[in-house]
């Protein structure tokens, strides 16, 4: 997976050898990895190479897990293979109005994802309220994984409940650092999940036995584009008096 050209379709990280020496990291705060570490949404298509990606998956399985079960698994995917899929999701996508199967928001949070909306579509993309058309076209944008020349399938073993889905996410939130330490963007999708059958067809090696949790784009992200520099608001921590 080194290259754009490459036929690699798939690893999975226990696959992968244990905890290989590791290159001299470069110096990045860890406040400044978790506070530069930002959802990209518009990517360039050059793949970052695989000592790269190797480097931050092998950073990544130092993260705590229920019983030290570390019950992530990764399928990654370039080139004729992450095409294969992004065309495949596109078309589900595209043939279903009424979205993504995955569970509808509570109505309590809804507001979060209108705020969200808006700083993505509106002031990132510049696509108007009303512009229903354009909005649907960007969404799609989800199942192109934003132009990414690297995703990953990120599953979790059907019987594991959710004390290891908390420890599948310390393995993509420590992941998503260790990427953004070595300038690599990325974007965790849930809307790919949405299409798990669609993914299953392209990813033969994904077993029954596995649940498809979301997917996550990887790349250098295109500074040019406004999307990826939007403000997303945290809220405060709660004081304790
Ligand atoms: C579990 C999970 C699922 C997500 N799914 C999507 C998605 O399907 N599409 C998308 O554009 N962003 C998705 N995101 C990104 C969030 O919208 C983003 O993390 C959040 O708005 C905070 O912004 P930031 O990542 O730029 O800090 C997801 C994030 C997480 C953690």
Redesign the pocket.
Known sequence: MSTSTSTTTTTTLTSLPTLPALPSPKPMLLTTAITT???T?RFLSTPPPLTTLHTALTLATHAPSNSNIQPWCLYLLSGPALARLKTALLSAASSTPTGPAIPPLPAAFQRFRSA?GQQ?YGVGLGISHSDTAGRRAAVLR?FDF?GAPVAAIVCMDKRLSSADAVSV?MY?QTLLLALTEQGVGT??????AGYPEVIRDVVKEIPESMDI???VAIGYEDPTMKVNH?Y?PRNLVAQID
């Open positions: 570490r930002h959802s949404r969200l993505v989800n934003f996410g993509v974007c965790v999708e849930v809307a790919v949790l979301c997917g939007i997303t």
